[in-house]
């Protein structure tokens, strides 16, 4: 119900747009956010953005550098990524969470899309 896509090689200091379409469900009512997974490491939380306000929450690695954003009319989640580094290469993967209001856990999203490959080179 949820697919990223816009990954891909990107030298530093470059930039990437992900996207992730949602579908056979509306998430307007859910805070969204995007998560990533280095090799041999264990995923994490990047960015989130609430449905109340549209408030934004970055993990403190990419504040600055990267914007999530949020259509609800095209039920579509978005993270342009400026300024990359070699640290940023990693599967990234949208999520969802009905309860939280903030930051999101791996243990509190309801639904993951499928991840997209970001390499970064240097």
């Known amino acids: 119900q949820l697919q990223a896509f816009g990954g891909g090689l990107v030298q530093a200091g470059g930039s990437l747009r992900l996207s992730c379409a949602a579908s056979?469900?509306?998430?307007?009512?859910?805070?969204m956010g995007w998560f990533r997974q280095a090799p041999g490491k264990v995923r994490v939380f990047v960015a989130s953005?609430?449905?109340?306000?549209?408030?934004?929450y970055y993990a403190d690695s990419v504040k600055g550098r990267f914007t999530i954003s949020r259509d609800d009319a095209k039920n579509t989640l978005y993270l342009q990524m400026d300024s990359l580094k070699p640290e940023d290469t990693a599967v990234y993967y949208c999520?969802?969470?009905?309860?939280?209001?903030?930051?999101?856990?791996?243990?509190?999203?309801?639904?993951w899309g499928k991840g997209t490959q970001v390499t970064v080179s240097s």
């Open positions: 999520a969802a969470d009905f309860r939280s209001r903030t930051i999101l856990t791996t243990y509190g999203v309801d639904y």
């Open positions: 056979g469900r509306t998430f307007s009512s859910y805070t």
């Open positions: 953005i609430n449905w109340v306000n549209g408030s934004p």
